[in-house]
């Protein structure tokens, strides 16, 4: 997969409580993830300039999917070309055990603005390797139904804030309609781990499936997972965008903005990146469910040090500036409140101001990601943690290929049960590794 990077913004900074730099300039390069909050980090950046010249920033985007790939690369390697990279509640305690990334709690310490207690308690846990930070929170999500009211309400279809995967599914197929260019509902369906499967797995989880029971022996081809899977599908064929398998986060963003889907189900954060109709006539409700009571997933793209950085002290200067409380009121003032990035601090949503404009999704944010059980996602127990990933060194590559699998069922060019077979056979090659 080729590298495609956009220089976004070269700025000036200082460094902060974790060291000095004795003046000289350094250039420290991060790499981040392609979405709308980092376009708004962006412009901000002349603000951070005023405050601290002594630091040059570049800032590489990348898609989520080359983002994995090259940073991952970049930390297993040891290459150092990267300073700062946005990460994961999958990767932090795998990298962290693997010493690829800096112990920030040293640097928070010597921080005495940064105020680490105000990070919302479930985020900041999952971020947390043998009680110390190894990463903190850009933003924070769950996943919840998002809605088009006025679709919805000319179809005369209505939604409950706790909804069954069924509700949705009938909703959708009545709100369906193609000859007006309107798809009832955007599902990802583009291969990889954090693509297709971060919501897929969360309906795996609620109809009873799991990657592997407590035997590490796979279970893809079990009852539960194939319900799943193949309900997942059936709703993309029968109600879902066109060109779904190759249809991501930013591709149903762009979709549900446009008006062309009326329902979507994904990261909580897709409401913070909501304009025009889009903005003014959505409605939220909790992830879909079928067993489970809550289903939606956890997850924070979070700023982390590699450890092989040379400029540790600049970055994480820059780091926590970011991250801060004095950020986000930056972003609301400045940008709008509707662009503050979510779920990281307990204070943003005390702000009279952001309550105005997230008043319709912020406590479901907050209650989604307090209820989201990295520990124990689904119906049976599981020797794994994560909800929308399994949480071992394996499965970057392992989702990637049984996503693929899936891919191929969603455009139409394999059987489920063929998908379903190969699948299993890539999941059992890495159970091996701990059933042993």
């Excluded at 690829?100 to 207690?117: F, G, H, R, T, V």
């Amino acid at each position: 997969m080729s590298l495609v990077a956009t220089f976004l913004a070269v700025v000036a900074c200082t460094p902060g409580a974790g060291g000095g730099t004795g003046g000289a300039t350094q250039t420290i390069t991060l790499a981040a993830v392609d979405n709308p909050q980092m376009e708004d980090l962006q412009k901000l950046v002349p603000d951070f300039q005023k405050a601290h010249p002594d630091i040059q920033v570049k800032i590489v985007i990348l898609p989520e999917n080359q983002l994995r790939q090259q940073v991952t690369e970049d930390v297993a390697t040891k290459s150092g070309r990267y300073d700062l990279f946005t990460i994961g509640t999958y990767e932090v305690p795998i990298w962290a055990k693997n010493g690829w990334i800096e112990n920030l709690a040293p640097y928070i310490q010597k921080s005495s603005s940064y105020a680490p207690d105000d990070l919302i308690p479930g985020v900041a846990k999952a971020l947390t390797y043998n009680s110390n930070l190894y990463a903190v929170p850009f933003y924070g999500e769950s996943s919840m139904l998002m809605y088009r009211k006025d679709l919805l309400q000319a179809a005369g279809v209505t939604l409950s804030q706790k909804p069954t995967w069924d509700e949705v599914a009938a909703a959708a197929q009545k709100v369906n309609n193609p000859a007006k260019g309107v798809s009832g509902i955007c599902l990802r369906g583009l291969p990889g781990w954090g693509e297709q499967l971060a919501p897929l797995d969360t309906v795996v989880n609620t109809f009873g499936g799991r990657w592997f029971d407590q035997n590490w022996q796979p279970q893809l081809t079990s009852p539960n997972f194939k319900a799943a899977v193949s309900f997942y599908v059936n709703l993309i064929k029968t109600a879902g965008e066109p060109g779904a398998a190759s249809a991501g986060f930013t591709e149903c963003l762009t979709a549900y903005n446009g008006g062309k889907v009326a329902m979507w189900y994904d990261a909580t954060v897709g409401a913070s990146n909501f304009t025009g109709d889009a903005a003014a006539n959505s409605g939220y409700a909790f992830a879909p469910t079928k067993i489970k009571p809550y289903s939606g997933w956890l997850w924070a793209w979070s700023l982390s040090v590699p450890s092989t950085s040379k400029k540790k002290d600049a970055a994480w200067t820059f780091a926590s500036w970011a991250t801060s409380k004095d950020y986000i009121q930056l972003v609301g003032t400045k940008l709008g409140w509707n662009h503050v990035p979510p779920g990281t601090r307990t204070s943003t949503y005390s702000i009279a101001d952001y309550k105005k404009v997230a008043g319709g999704f912020a406590q479901i944010t907050l209650d989604s990601i307090a209820n989201a059980d990295v520990n124990h996602p689904t119906v049976d127990p599981v020797p794994y943690i994560g909800v929308q990933y399994v949480g071992i060194p394996e499965f970057q590559q392992l989702g990637d290929q049984v996503s693929q699998q899936f891919a191929a069922v969603i455009a139409g060019t394999a059987t489920l049960d063929d998908a379903l077979a190969r699948a299993q056979q890539l999941a059992d090659a890495v159970g091996k590794n701990y059933r042993k």
